[in-house]
């Protein structure tokens, strides 16, 4: 059948199976049914063309063939633009000059998107430790970073500590719990090492959710206060640009710190466990104490998390930390790519900030947004930055004979 009557079929099959939905309302006050068909039209033209392009980006995949492709003197002047080092550090300098004057001009709406993005920014790239590095599928992440928001509220509830005393008492905490995690799944991996994070995911929040005498239940802490700058009272905008900026040194600082550790001597016992478990513990490669490093490491960002978030919100309750929220940070990981920074940090700001700048596209942002996420795990399961390898060169001593 060609090309075109596959299309054709496609988009009259799409308009019956929406027809309830997209071409029917029921108006209730008048008593009456309002048929829709303009819509429906619409659609079938989308899907129409939509299946052709499905159709030719699928045949250029069983060929070998790249989906899209540049010229080669535009991918050949690409790369001698990526190869410049004064470029990439002017536009490094640009993109922070940007972050850091955006509270100036920036609207109230805006700069809260921007930290929760950031603070997402900061879970991924901690998770990105534990599965990208470590290649141990975690699905219970978001405890973690519960428990950090949690500290900060019951300490600052029942003790009257601030911002800054809880920060590092949330993030050891959740250290801690990762390695009391981390000893039981020693020997799991695989499904049943993400089967065994889930349960301990849920029974974080059900410890929360039930253990009302300490966490208040459902009703959750409130009133927990934002960060103090030298005792000065500071306005709902000023604290919230505040906030920002706290929030953006706390990612620079998580980006430095896992880059440092990627390269280093951890961090290289981390990929090769990730790589092949056996291999690596007979060349010498302290398994478990690899794995309770990934879990620590991994979890205590979580940890500095949670205490930002609950800076931010002032009010924290169970129901902000479900296992969808460990989806979605896995799905950041997943699609930067697992173990590129670079790539979580974008999969992050995408994954955050498209579904609040589709309102416009209410009716249809999250059918958007599955499909992108369905293409990208088709045509790009890698990521879109798939993990940096280190290359060696091997280069020849002077006065060596060729």
Not at 128 to 144: D, R
Not at 215 to 241: E, H, K, M, V, W
Request: charged share 15%; proline share 3%.
């Amino acid at each position: 059948m060609p090309k075109i009557a596959k299309a054709f079929l496609a988009a009259i099959w799409f308009m019956a199976l929406t027809l309830p939905v997209m071409g029917i309302r029921l108006n209730l006050l008048e008593n009456r049914v309002d048929w829709r068909l303009d819509r429906l039209l619409y659609l079938g033209i989308a899907i129409f063309f939509l299946t052709l392009v499905w159709n030719w980006c699928f045949s250029r995949k069983a060929k070998g063939l790249p989906i899209f492709s540049l010229p080669a003197s535009a991918s050949q002047a690409l790369r001698e633009l990526g190869a410049r080092r004064g470029l990439r550090r002017s536009l490094l300098g640009l993109l922070v000059l940007g972050l850091l004057i955006m509270p100036v001009g920036g609207s109230f709406y805006q700069i809260n998107i921007m930290i929760s993005a950031m603070l997402y920014i900061m879970l991924a790239l901690g998770l990105n430790i534990v599965v990208g590095l470590a290649g141990q599928l975690v699905l219970g992440y978001v405890s973690f970073y519960a428990i950090g928001a949690y500290a900060f509220g019951l300490l600052h509830a029942n003790f009257g500590l601030g911002f800054w005393a809880c920060l590092p008492v949330g993030g050891l905490l959740a250290a801690l719990f990762g390695l009391a995690l981390g000893f039981p799944v020693l020997r799991l991996r695989g499904d049943y090492l993400a089967i065994v994070t889930l349960g301990f995911g849920e029974i974080t929040r059900l410890a929360l959710l039930n253990w009302t005498s300490l966490t208040n239940g459902p009703s959750g802490i409130s009133d927990i206060p934002r960060p103090g700058f030298f005792g000065i009272d500071l306005t709902l905008n000023q604290s919230t640009a505040y906030l920002y900026y706290l929030t953006l040194a706390a990612v620079i600082l998580t980006i430095i710190v896992i880059a440092r550790l990627k390269n280093s001597r951890t961090g290289l016992a981390l990929q090769a466990m990730r790589e092949d478990e056996i291999a690596s513990e007979a060349m010498g490669v302290n398994i478990t104490a690899a794995k309770l490093q990934a879990f620590s490491l991994g979890t205590c960002w979580a940890g500095f998390a949670g205490v930002i978030f609950a800076a931010k919100t002032t009010f924290i309750n169970p129901s902000s930390f479900t296992f969808m929220e460990s989806a979605m940070i896995l799905s950041m990981v997943v699609l930067g790519g697992m173990g590129s920074i670079t790539g979580v940090i974008i999969a992050a700001i995408i994954l955050i900030m498209a579904p609040e700048y589709l309102r416009a596209f209410s009716e249809y942002r999250m059918l958007i947004f599955g499909a992108i996420m369905v293409i990208m795990m088709i045509f790009r399961p890698q990521g879109l930055m798939s993990g940096e390898r280190r290359k060696y060169r091997i280069t020849k001593l002077a006065g060596e004979r060729e």
